[in-house]
């Protein structure tokens, strides 16, 4: 298991995202998406407890091996476009998917990770101001980027 932790100095937006994120993956489970075991809070200080993935993320792997074999590459975007699929049913929005937030277990699976910039019906505020981007400038979608 793997421990995420939130310093009490981060803001209150932080703090909300990152009690989202804990909200939305309470919710959603699939093979490709990151398993929440616990949250809470310990001194103030909220955490999350996470499936611990001891391999690399896709950045890394791309890093050393790109290009990956074809076989390959579709295995892992057909991975996560089901998982995202999963999150689309549930009306979450991931808005931060890139390399660095696919992880790899030891067998090669891939897992979303980082949901905390999600949009969330379920949640009670929208953390995000109208026309304020969120994001990977290098990640986002056309219609992100022209408002």
Not at 42 to 47: G, H, K, M
Not at 114 to 142: Q, R
């Amino acid at each position: 298991m793997a421990v995420k932790f939130l310093r009490e100095m981060d803001s209150r937006c932080d703090r909300e995202r990152f009690m989202r994120e804990a909200r939305v993956l309470s919710r959603i489970r699939h093979p490709h998406i990151i398993q929440l075991f616990d949250a809470g809070l310990l001194d103030r200080a909220p955490y999350l407890v996470l499936e611990l993935m001891e391999g690399d993320n896709l950045r890394s792997l791309l890093s050393r091996q790109a290009p990956l074999a074809v076989d390959r590459a579709l295995s892992i975007a057909i991975s996560c476009l089901e998982a995202l699929e999963t999150c689309h049913g549930a009306g979450i929005i991931h808005r931060d998917l890139k390399p660095d937030n696919i992880l790899l277990s030891d067998g090669g699976e891939p897992r979303i990770t980082d949901f905390g910039l999600v949009t969330d019906p379920g949640s009670p505020s929208n953390l995000t101001a109208p026309g304020e981007v969120v994001g990977t400038p290098a990640y986002l979608s056309p219609e992100t980027i022209q408002g």
